[in-house]
């Protein structure tokens, strides 16, 4: 975990070792970068704003490395620039401070279990398809400006294949306990990813949220 503020730190690692996690604390991105050279880690925990090495520029240095274990920032920015550019360097999820913590747990174990089930690159048709490690779709070799939510909602579908995504689910993954959500936007986003992969891709389980049904993504 890279967290300059003890206090905060020390919270989440006694709450986590709790859930039976163990937990290292770093308190700059120097320190978190020696000490993952030493540890094989499950997944990193990233504040942005912190001394010598901040974390985005760690994820960076992570990723450039090789490092493809699962990262989540917990951070007060809130500006999209920011965001886009921790997914853009590959991360896989983000809270805004202040947290809550068993939103934090289940978000952990959501990215535990599906790291393991998605393959790097996923062909949605032929024309498009997604890179998990750039959190981008392709259309051939030419990168397309989507909108971070709808690479998220993609993931999720993806993760969970075959199955019913709730509605519930799609917020849990799109937004933090402290943003603003409707089942309108969740329409619109659905609607977004439809555009790519097809409009008879994704199938409206009345009532209670979305299942990909498009058999040929490989």
């Given at each position: 975990?890279?967290?300059?503020?003890?206090?905060?730190?020390?919270?989440?690692?006694?709450?986590?070792?709790?859930?039976?996690?163990?937990?290292?604390?770093?308190?700059?991105?120097?320190?978190?970068?020696q000490k993952s050279y030493h540890t094989n880690y499950d997944l990193?925990?990233?504040?942005?704003?912190?001394?010598k090495i901040d974390g985005l520029e760690l994820l960076k240095m992570l990723r450039d490395s090789g490092d493809n274990k699962p990262a989540m920032f917990i951070t007060s920015y809130q500006d999209l620039e920011t965001l886009k550019k921790g997914y853009?360097?590959?991360?896989d999820d983000y809270m805004k401070k202040p947290i809550d913590l068993e939103e934090l747990l289940y978000r952990i174990e959501t990215l535990l279990k599906n790291r393991k089930k998605l393959s790097t690159k996923v062909r949605l048709?032929?024309?498009y398809y997604y890179d998990s490690k750039q959190k981008t779709i392709f259309y051939g070799d030419i990168s397309m400006k989507i909108s971070l939510k709808v690479i998220l909602l993609l993931e999720l579908l993806l993760e969970n294949r075959s199955k019913v995504v709730t509605k519930e689910l799609i917020i849990q993954?799109?937004?933090?306990?402290?943003?603003?959500?409707?089942?309108?936007s969740i329409r619109v986003y659905v609607s977004k990813l439809k555009n790519i992969i097809g409009k008879d891709s994704i199938e409206n389980i009345k009532g209670i949220g979305y299942k990909l049904i498009?058999?040929?993504l490989i």
């Amino acid at each position: 975990m890279l967290e300059d503020n003890l206090l905060f730190a020390q919270t989440l690692q006694e709450f986590l070792q709790d859930e039976g996690f163990l937990v290292n604390i770093a308190k700059d991105g120097e320190e978190a970068l020696q000490k993952s050279y030493h540890t094989n880690y499950d997944l990193y925990l990233l504040d942005v704003k912190v001394p010598k090495i901040d974390g985005l520029e760690l994820l960076k240095m992570l990723r450039d490395s090789g490092d493809n274990k699962p990262a989540m920032f917990i951070t007060s920015y809130q500006d999209l620039e920011t965001l886009k550019k921790g997914y853009m360097l590959g991360c896989d999820d983000y809270m805004k401070k202040p947290i809550d913590l068993e939103e934090l747990l289940y978000r952990i174990e959501t990215l535990l279990k599906n790291r393991k089930k998605l393959s790097t690159k996923v062909r949605l048709n032929d024309r498009y398809y997604y890179d998990s490690k750039q959190k981008t779709i392709f259309y051939g070799d030419i990168s397309m400006k989507i909108s971070l939510k709808v690479i998220l909602l993609l993931e999720l579908l993806l993760e969970n294949r075959s199955k019913v995504v709730t509605k519930e689910l799609i917020i849990q993954k799109l937004w933090s306990s402290s943003d603003k959500h409707s089942y309108g936007s969740i329409r619109v986003y659905v609607s977004k990813l439809k555009n790519i992969i097809g409009k008879d891709s994704i199938e409206n389980i009345k009532g209670i949220g979305y299942k990909l049904i498009q058999k040929e993504l490989i």
